[in-house]
Nanobody, 122 residues
Framework: QVQLVESGGGLVQPGGSLRLSCAASGSTSSINTMGWYRQAPGKQRERVATLTNGGSTNSADSVKGRFTISRDNAKNTVYLQMSSLKPEDTAVYYC????????????????WGQGTQVTVSS
């Protein structure tokens, strides 16, 4: 089992910045990818950015150039630095840790955090 604890959400004005953190604990050797997903009211959950153990990143087009995913392996923590925030970035942001082989997630090794609210509003 892997436990994920997110932090760093809050209220920010348009154009502002926030950094989300997700600390993983437990059987972290079982996962090879961590990432951030978000779900806005009335919308489906969508991928924001992922980062593999090998260092490969994949970001949604809507956040490229504004959001950066990174990790501190010593702390088993993944970060999402968000800049130039827009009202449409408002959502609950979820951390996810999983094992994937050739793009397919192993269901038994797929873990989610509880989510943290990010609100972008003036």
């Amino acid at each position: 089992q892997v436990q994920l604890v997110e932090s760093g959400g809050g209220l920010v004005q348009p154009g502002g910045s926030l950094r989300l953190s997700c600390a993983a604990s437990g059987s972290t050797s079982s996962i090879n990818t961590m990432g951030w997903y978000r779900q806005a009211p009335g919308k489906q959950r969508e991928r924001v950015a992922t980062l593999t153990n090998g260092g490969s990143t994949n970001s949604a087009d809507s956040v490229k150039g504004r959001f950066t995913i990174s990790r501190d392996n010593a702390k088993n923590t993944v970060y999402l630095q968000m800049s130039s925030l827009k009202p449409e970035d408002t959502a609950v942001y979820y951390c996810r840790a999983f094992r994937a082989f050739f793009g397919t997630v192993v269901p038994a090794q797929d873990y989610w955090g509880q989510g943290t609210q990010v609100t972008v509003s003036s």
